[in-house]
């Protein structure tokens, strides 16, 4: 029932607009493999081959840890409504954060969003369909507004602050980034 495609098509893109949350999962050589729910319209899709992401400050960080060692990442998206269908698009990705010269640029494609902390810059080089037939029916009701608020409440001095002694290192150990060297 699976169906390859080299790159994002038109009803691929479509589908990722109409989804409220997506999925990302990445992992190093060794050690625990990741996978974070997202949401909060933090996901474009720039061109068939290249999609990039928003990552807000979270309690965890293990995405940019991961890519410090290995570049891959899987990002998912699947229907909980009326049609059932599971999007999976496979490449590598770069971290990018808000001390690096794309940042500006690409932070321009999403919304004011406090607390945003790395944009993953993901090259694609898979997309697959599969059915989704055992996925639940699910309705989505709203964003929560906990994390805006959390990061407002702070400013930009307590979230810097939040990175430096809470997201530096993966639970496994790994060097996020997230501080300049």
């Not at 990445?26 to 319209?41: I, L, Q, Y």
């Not at 964003?143 to 608020?149: C, D, G, I, N, S």
């Amino acid at each position: 029932m699976a169906k390859q495609f080299d790159a994002f098509d038109e009803s691929h893109r479509s589908f990722v607009a109409q989804q409220p949350m997506f999925f990302v999962g990445t992992a190093a050589a060794e050690g625990r493999v990741n996978v974070s729910p997202k949401g909060m319209d933090s996901l474009r899709i720039l061109s068939p081959n290249r999609l990039i992401w928003l990552n807000l400050t979270g309690s965890g960080n293990e995405t940019a840890g991961h890519l410090q060692r290995v570049n891959r990442m899987t990002v998912m998206w699947c229907s909980f409504s009326t049609r059932p269908l599971i999007l999976r698009a496979y490449g590598t990705a770069r971290t990018l954060h808000p001390r690096d010269a794309d940042w500006a640029a690409l932070k321009a494609e999403f919304p004011d969003h406090p607390g945003a902390r790395q944009i993953y810059d993901m090259q694609v080089d898979l997309v697959q369909t599969s059915c989704g037939y055992a996925v639940p029916f699910l309705e989505f009701k709203e964003e929560r507004p906990v994390l805006r608020k959390w990061a407002e409440d702070r400013g930009e001095e307590g979230v810097a602050d939040y990175w430096d002694t809470r997201n530096r290192s993966t639970i496994d150990g790994f060097d996020t980034g997230i501080m300049e060297p």
